[in-house]
């Protein structure tokens, strides 16, 4: 089955600085999203995004599906961007979503 | 406005019970799922239906079923419950399942989760 890579495992800011966060993908996908499970375990969704660039205030996301990899950006981190970040993927029919190892993000003041 | 719940948040119980955690969706949607939370986070799919019909089953031990009364309900029910079935077990639902199309390009939300502590 399809393989999803997160990296890198763990990631520690200080407020205000930035950060890339990449997941990587072993097959070609028709469904990306990113999520943010913050410290109370809520699973929050960023973005749905299979190709291409969204943005969403300080959080942007770039995938590029010929290359199998999607990128997501943290500006001006806050400490409230703290928790993991996981990418999820679905490959080829039906709707399991194949989750990244996740990204570990502690964002100090 | 929740659009996705559980109950309960918390369920702590002993070795060999039974217990049932249920969600609900209010979003209209016609697939919900089953997600299991280990104590590495690492996430996996347990069960998916579709308009009340089992569609995904990853190779679960059949000490689980899920049971969809109607398409915005899915409960999970536990028997002789293990330590290994100690974890975060989520809900989650999108509109498409991917059965049609042949391909699923939907977002998925998911519940606030139940942390399940068996002793």
């Known amino acids: 089955g399809i393989q999803v890579e997160q990296s890198p495992p763990d990631l520690i800011l200080q407020e205000g600085a930035n950060s890339t966060l990449r997941c990587n993908f072993s097959?070609?996908?028709?469904?990306l999203q990113w999520f943010h499970q913050n410290p109370w375990g809520q699973l929050i969704n960023l973005f749905y995004?299979?190709?291409g660039t969204k943005q969403n205030g300080r959080l942007s996301a770039t995938t590029v599906a010929t290359e199998r990899y999607s990128l997501l950006y943290i500006s001006s981190s806050q400490t409230t961007d703290s928790g993991v970040y996981f990418c999820?993927?679905?490959?080829?029919?039906?709707?399991?979503?194949?989750f990244g190892a996740g990204t570990r993000l502690a964002v100090h003041p | 406005d929740t659009a996705v719940s559980q109950t309960p948040k918390y369920l702590v119980t002993q070795m060999g019970n039974d217990k049932s955690i249920k969600c609900e969706q209010n979003?209209?949607?016609?697939?919900m799922y089953w997600y299991k939370q280990d104590s590495k986070k690492f996430l996996k799919i347990m069960f998916s239906?579709?308009?009340?019909?089992?569609?995904i089953n990853e190779t679960v031990p059949n000490r689980f079923s899920p049971k969809s009364p109607d398409k915005a309900h899915l409960n999970l029910h536990i028997n002789s419950l293990e330590l290994g079935d100690s974890a975060v077990y989520f809900c989650?639902?999108?509109?498409?399942?991917?059965?049609?199309?042949?391909?699923?390009?939907?977002?998925?939300?998911f519940g606030p989760g139940t942390r399940l502590t068996v002793l």
């Open positions: 995004i299979p190709s």
């Open positions: 999820a993927v679905v490959s080829g029919g039906y709707n399991k979503l194949i």
């Open positions: 239906y579709n308009n009340k019909e089992l569609i």
């Open positions: 097959d070609s996908v028709n469904n």
């Open positions: 989650a639902s999108s509109q498409e399942s991917g059965l049609l199309a042949g391909t699923y390009t939907d977002t998925q939300y």
């Open positions: 979003l209209g949607h016609d697939t």
